[in-house]
């Protein structure tokens, strides 16, 4: 998956045919991981009869319409057979109003799709999107909630037509690159979502910060080993030598900042200093609140 | 801070009639785990909750987009067996008009989202804040006006702190809950010292806290076991570290930056989201935020100017708070000063005219009438903020402490 970030040669890459729909192509796509779960969570709600969940994806696009952000998602009702499929447009409607009122910024990008293959239906329902989300092509984003293989694979896909005629079920498509973004606030949520499926009874409790930055650190000194073995092995000739992870490994050193150790120190403490001047004299506060409050009681 | 909250009362009471004209369908079909859920007088107490990591990361994402500004939503869910289950959650857009509007905006919600099988009972409400002292009159009047319609007597009000779980790397997620004793004097309307007393109302236990559990379903499980630790075949994780180096990682896009500019003849302040030089990418709001191949835990941020600014704010907003404190305390001096005046004036009175014949007590409280008190409940929400930001104050200074001593333990070596 190479990502080309160059705009000059994005106009180069043959990603589609020839368009008779005037869409720019998408080139990039970037996930938040809340999409997923809503997708997850989409399908384990499915009635009875559905094997395969549809909804739409929201986000917002770069002017020049080359990436999109998939920010969040809704679930829209459909029902397929082996002859027919309905989409509930209505519904679709309704849910993107309400959803825009509370987030001015989200346009429809695309649709998601559950399942190992892709529908047969899934050329009218790209063609149904694509007019949504004109004049960019749509994103169709597919969860494998089977679990072939023992992995949930999620694509990124992209239409184009192909053959002759401009029909809607002519349609190939193409895999798009795709990144999952973690903002770092997600990211402290995913890492609960995470504990949970660690620990031994299902579920995680929130703990408090001290415990995490224990965690982190521990987690931190475990890499640590892990990596000065691999160091002891290859200089030992016990290991293959990888250049990939040689260099990583020297980039990442290097990010260690030289500070003169006099400077260092007096930095050091003065803000060692700070930080106990600000913890006593909150202390300091909590007595005084709860002086105060117990004094009131027995006024 | 949260003037925007607005009163929900009237959807869940609307929601009420609309569940009471849906056909009556048959109690056998329920499964039996699920049995405790008509449970209609609420007999077992609220114990836990637990979030779904799909509500969980609603209310993050909802609480990062809009932040600094403080933003509510619904959480939708079911109570089973005194455990609260939250399974979905959803914004409510801040700029509403009417109360009408907002009613009728979560009705709409909550319907159209039953049509996909989305739990439809609501269950609460959650609420972002910025420096941690979420406690406001409107918050306490929105979460009573929850706890006393009837269908939710079990709902919970949801905390979520953007700025800490950023930068401690722990999910900040509180859920609470208006103790009796609070309700009780709400219900009667005054808020004297007396009351306060009697009825052990501190400014601790206005709010009830309960303990937050994240459990997700099992595909969510396998979903987070993918982002960690994605499919790779032979040579992939080569390619992954390959990107990696390749990749601008915001730590060497940001020296780079500085280097530059420390080079330049005039050298302009380089802001941190300017990751320059990386062609490609549009509009803000695009740029990848820490897009790696895999999910790791998150190191707290270990750049310690950040966490310094939010300290330079709590702290100002400490100060500020103390001011009111005192300013209460004084207001309330001065009326007990007046009160003992007219106390003693009566006593004097009585003194005088002992001689005479008795006055009858009520033409003495005619003439000697001191002032009402003036209510402690503004003067308890202002303790209670006040004790909530030290709390996170002197909680955040420990782990503050220990990467600093990291930070010594990599330059030792030097």
């Given amino acids: ?299 | 801070m949260s003037g925007e909250t607005k009163n929900a009362k009237p959807m869940t009471t609307l929601l009420n009639e609309e569940t009471a004209q849906l056909a009556t369908f048959d109690v056998s079909r329920i499964p039996k785990q699920l049995l405790p859920v008509l449970d209609v007088e609420k007999t077992v107490a609220l114990t836990k909750v637990r979030v779904d990591p799909l509500a969980v990361l609603k209310i993050v994402k909802h609480a990062r987009e809009s932040h600094p500004t403080s933003v509510n939503g619904q959480l939708l869910g079911l109570e089973i067996n005194g455990v609260l289950e939250v399974t979905h959650a959803f914004p409510v857009p801040t700029q509403l008009g009417s109360e009408e509007d907002m009613t009728n905006y979560q009705i709409e919600m909550i319907q159209c989202l039953r049509e996909v099988n989305v739990d439809s009972s609501s269950v609460g409400w959650y609420q972002s804040t910025r420096l941690g002292d979420f406690m406001g009159q409107p918050l306490l009047d929105v979460q009573a006006s929850y706890q006393a319609s009837p269908n939710a007597a079990s709902s919970v009000v949801l905390i979520h702190d953007t700025t800490k779980s950023e930068q401690g790397g722990n999910l900040s997620l509180r859920a609470f809950r208006l103790s009796a004793a609070y309700l009780d004097l709400v219900k009667k309307g005054e808020f004297g010292t007396k009351d306060l007393a009697a009825r052990g109302l501190t400014f601790a236990n206005i709010l009830e806290e309960l303990p937050v559990q994240v459990e997700g379903s099992s595909l969510a499980k396998a979903l987070v076991a993918e982002l960690q630790w994605p499919a790779t075949g032979n040579g992939a994780a080569d390619q992954l570290l390959a990107q990696e180096l390749q990749r601008p990682s915001s730590f060497n896009a940001k020296l780079r930056a500085r280097r530059l500019a420390d080079r330049s003849a005039v050298a302009d302040d380089v802001a941190d989201d300017d990751v320059a030089g990386v062609p490609g990418l549009g509009a803000e709001g695009l740029l990848p935020v820490r897009s790696v191949g895999f999910l790791g835990r998150p190191v707290a941020a270990l750049g310690l100017e950040q966490a310094d600014v939010s300290l330079a704010r709590q702290l100002e907003s400490m100060g500020e708070l103390i001011d009111e404190h005192v300013h209460d305390a004084n207001q309330w001096m001065y009326w007990k000063r007046g009160e003992a005046k007219v106390r003693n004036a009566r006593a004097q009175f009585v003194e005088r005219r002992k001689d005479q014949d008795e006055v009858p007590e009520k033409e003495l409280d005619a003439m000697f009438r001191p002032l009402p008190e003036p209510s402690r409940l503004d003067a308890l929400l202002n303790t209670a903020n006040l004790s909530l930001l030290t709390k996170a104050v002197t909680q955040s200074r420990g782990p503050a402490m220990t990467k600093m001593y990291m930070a010594q333990a990599l330059q030792q070596d030097n």
């Avoid at chain 1, 045919?17 to 399908?43: E, I, R």
């Avoid at chain 1, 089977?146 to 694509?155: D, F, R, S, V, Y």
């Fill in chain 1, 1 to 299: 998956m190479l990502n080309l970030n160059l705009p000059s040669l994005a106009s180069s890459i043959v990603k589609s045919g020839a368009t008779t729909m005037a869409t720019t192509t998408t080139q990039q796509c970037y996930v938040h991981p809340v999409v997923l779960f809503s997708v997850l969570d989409h399908y384990l709600r499915r009635n009875d009869n559905q094997e395969r969940v549809i909804g739409t994806l929201l986000g917002v696009r770069s002017d020049d319409g080359r990436i999109v952000e998939v920010r969040s998602c809704f679930a829209v009702p459909h029902f397929e057979t082996e002859d027919q499929v309905e989409v509930d447009m209505e519904h679709h409607r309704s849910m993107f109003a309400l959803h825009k009122r509370a987030s001015a910024r989200e346009q429809i990008v695309g649709w998601y799709a559950t399942g190992s293959k892709l529908s047969k239906y899934a050329a009218l329902i790209q063609d149904f999107y694509s007019r949504e989300a004109a004049p960019f092509s749509a994103v169709h984003l597919v969860m494998d909630t089977e679990l072939t293989g023992g992995q949930l694979a999620i694509k990124c896909l992209q239409g184009s037509p192909i053959g002759a005629g401009a029909h809607p079920e002519n349609c190939m498509f193409l895999p798009l690159p795709y990144e999952l973004q973690y903002p770092d606030a997600e990211l402290t949520a995913l890492q609960a979502a995470a504990d949970s499926s660690e620990a031994p009874e299902g579920f995680a409790v929130l703990i408090s910060d001290m415990e995490q930055l224990e965690k982190s650190i521990d987690e931190l000194k475990a890499m640590l080993e892990r990596v000065t073995a691999y160091v002891h092995g290859v200089c030992a000739g016990t290991e293959k030598p990888n250049n990939v992870i040689g260099k990583y490994l020297m980039d990442m050193l290097a990010v260690v900042p030289k500070i003169d150790s006099k400077q260092f120190s007096t930095l050091f403490q003065t803000h060692l200093q700070d930080i106990l001047m600000v913890a006593y004299l909150t202390n300091l506060t909590r007595a005084q609140l709860n002086i105060a409050d117990r004094l009131q009681r027995i006024v």
